[in-house]
């Protein structure tokens, strides 16, 4: 798993995330992730179209960074997700709490 930072700001990041968001894909970007927001007041823009897969630990990630950021009054925006990835984000409900687009502006 691959993360890159592709823009950051105070009141935006947008990250580029590559590979497999399952056991070992959270465990090497887990930490990176939560830099990019932490301390964020806006949003965080999450590119997921080169993620082919979503694991519930991948989906606890993503929701643990909703939470954060709700709290401070940002919010998370998942771009160009695969279908295999929007299918689990819509069939978890994530999609309830995490905003899906169909592509990424930087």
């Not at 990176?32 to 999450?46: M, N, P, R, T």
């Amino acid at each position: 798993m691959e993360i890159k930072k592709v823009h950051a700001g105070l009141n935006k990041c947008v990250v580029k995330l590559t590979g497999r968001l399952d056991l070992q894909g959270v465990g090497e970007i887990e930490d990176d992730f939560k830099q990019c927001y932490s301390g964020l007041e806006g949003e965080l823009i999450v590119d997921m179209s080169d993620v082919a897969f979503l694991a519930s630990l991948g989906m606890r990630m993503l929701m643990m960074a909703a939470k954060t950021l709700n709290a401070s009054g940002g919010k998370i925006i998942v771009a160009e997700p695969q279908e295999v990835v929007e299918n689990a984000l819509r069939i978890s409900g994530l999609d309830q709490v995490i905003d899906i687009v169909d592509s990424v502006e930087y």
